[in-house]
């Protein structure tokens, strides 16, 4: 079976400073792992994904995430927070052997300007 | 603009009505997904569909029916709706599940 972890409900960051959300997935292959945003009243928004190759992946506004298969990890990262950054954000794993994809259950990132 | 479209928006519904929740996409994706949203439980998928004419249940397919007679449109019904079946209900599609999901705005449906 696979599952992932998001074991923060909340985290808070100020403006300017770097954010990082946490994720932590179990599956008995390799991973393939997503980041998604979603704002208040609006569906997901796909940020980012890990099938293959580099470790560290860039994505849509500036996000970026490590894949660290030691660790089981897939923490999403950005330089600097913006205000507008604040949202609910979801890590999502899927086995390659599977269709399904799992969702974490969400961290809700507060920017305080 | 291109995207995946749902309607309704918002629903409320008494307790052991039926309704039907459509979802409609123009980027020619092959897969397309239900997912219903729950306070503390994240996204959980109800139903799926690898293409036209296919159907296959989630992890929460009980209460839920879907049908995938076009390629662009994938509806999902509730027969006998409950309160428990109080949430919000967003449909994705995409290319390959290798691919990140397109989602819908969701439909927020209230069962009293």
């Known amino acids: 079976a696979q599952s992932v972890a998001q074991p923060e409900d909340q985290v808070n960051v100020a403006e300017g400073n770097p954010l990082t959300v946490k994720c932590t997935y179990s599956?008995?292959?390799?991973?393939?792992l997503f980041w998604y945003v979603q704002y208040p009243n609006r569906g997901l928004q796909f940020l980012l994904k890990?099938?293959?190759?580099?470790?560290l992946v860039k994505g849509s506004y500036g996000f970026e995430a490590e894949f660290n298969k030691s660790q089981t990890s897939f923490h999403l990262k950005k330089p600097s927070a913006l205000v507008s950054d604040s949202a609910l954000y979801f890590c999502?794993?899927?086995?390659?052997?599977?269709?399904?994809?799992?969702f974490g259950i969400g961290t809700k990132l507060q920017v305080i300007p | 603009n291109a995207g995946v479209t749902q309607t309704p928006k918002f629903r409320v519904l008494k307790t052991g009505q039926s309704m039907t929740l459509l979802c409609a996409q123009d980027?020619?994706?092959?897969?397309m997904y239900w997912y219903r949203q729950d306070p503390g439980m994240g996204l959980r998928l109800i139903h799926y569909?690898?293409?036209?004419?296919?159907?296959a249940k989630g992890e929460v397919p009980d209460g839920y029916n879907v049908s995938r007679l076009k390629k662009q449109n994938f509806l999902l019904g509730l027969e006998s709706a409950a309160p428990s079946q109080t949430s919000v209900y967003f449909c994705?599609?995409?290319?390959?599940?290798?691919?990140?999901?397109?989602f819908g705005s969701g439909t927020r449906l209230t069962v009293v």
């Open positions: 994705a599609s995409s290319d390959s599940p290798n691919y990140g999901y397109t």
């Open positions: 599956v008995s292959g390799n991973p393939y």
């Open positions: 890990y099938i293959t190759g580099d470790n």
């Open positions: 999502a794993v899927r086995d390659p052997r599977y269709q399904k994809v799992t």
């Open positions: 980027m020619n994706h092959e897969y």
């Open positions: 569909s690898v293409g036209e004419g296919t159907t």
